[in-house]
T-cell receptor, first 113, second 115 residues
Framework: DGGITQSPKYLFRKEGQNVTLSCEQN?????MYWYRQDPGQGLRLIYY???????QKGDIAEGYSVSREKKESFPLTVTSAQKNPTAFYLC????????????FGPGTRLTVT | EDQVTQSPEALRLQEGESSSLNCSYT??????LFWYRQDPGKGPEFLFT???AGEEKEKERLKATLTKKESFLHITAPKPEDSATYLC????????????????FGSGTRLLVRP
């Protein structure tokens, strides 16, 4: 079955540590996205990538980094520079040249203490 | 600035009690309006895309409609399994970009359907 996988489902880290969240898709989509979801707020775009080896900052990119070395993979690193990293992180993908709906993975809940 | 506002924040219905969820939007050149369903602790599940005013789409007990300023998600005779948070998002034309990939999301409406 085609879809998007994110791992791990839950992640716990100490303050000051970098952590990498995995996102893989087998939908043959060109575009991939990372969102952050906080209680009572809408999803906010962190980074997105339209093609391999290229990505752009979203609205809240500070403290995050990404790479896009393969079409299927778009890992997100939450660095120690991110002031409030505890959140629910969602990865999505879509066809390029929209408007096309974005399909989401199951999410990773990151808790930093 | 592009903006999406959803109302109400929360809605409680009895099973079989039909109602509507509202999504008001402000966007510079609407390219698409999207509805998603999200269950607790899970990623959003795509429901509908609407492209232009007057368009309607249906899926089981759900029907989405679109005007130039808002969209409604009508729920007919809901069942407890329809309980979830419903998210609305818009995609607009961004100046200086060949194509806009950015979705602007509302905060969602939490729907609870009691048996």
């Amino acid at each position: 079955d085609g879809g998007i996988t994110q791992s791990p489902k839950y992640l716990f880290r100490k303050e000051g540590q970098n952590v990498t969240l995995s996102c893989e898709q087998n939908l043959n989509h060109d575009a991939m996205y990372w969102y952050r979801q906080d209680p009572g707020q809408g999803l906010r775009l962190i980074y997105y990538s339209q093609i391999v080896n290229d990505f752009q900052k979203g609205d809240i990119a500070e403290g995050y980094s990404v790479s896009r070395e393969k079409k299927e993979s778009f890992p997100l690193t939450v660095t120690s520079a991110q002031k409030n990293p505890t959140a629910f992180y969602l990865c999505a993908s879509s066809l390029a040249k929209g408007p096309y709906e974005q399909y989401f993975g199951p999410g990773t809940r990151l808790t930093v203490t | 600035e592009d903006q999406v506002t959803q109302s109400p924040e929360a809605l409680r219905l009895q099973e079989g009690e039909s109602s509507s969820l509202n999504c008001s939007y402000t966007v510079s050149g609407l390219r698409g309006l999207f509805w998603y369903r999200q269950d607790p602790g899970k990623g959003p599940e795509f429901l509908f895309t609407l492209y232009s005013a007057g368009e309607e789409k249906e899926k089981e007990r759900l029907k989405a409609t679109l005007t130039k300023k808002e969209s409604f998600l009508h729920i007919t005779a809901p069942k407890p399994e329809d309980s979830a948070t419903y998210l609305c998002a818009v995609q607009g034309r961004q100046r200086g970009m060949d194509s806009s990939y950015k979705l602007i999301f509302g905060s969602g409406t939490r729907l609870l359907v009691r048996p």
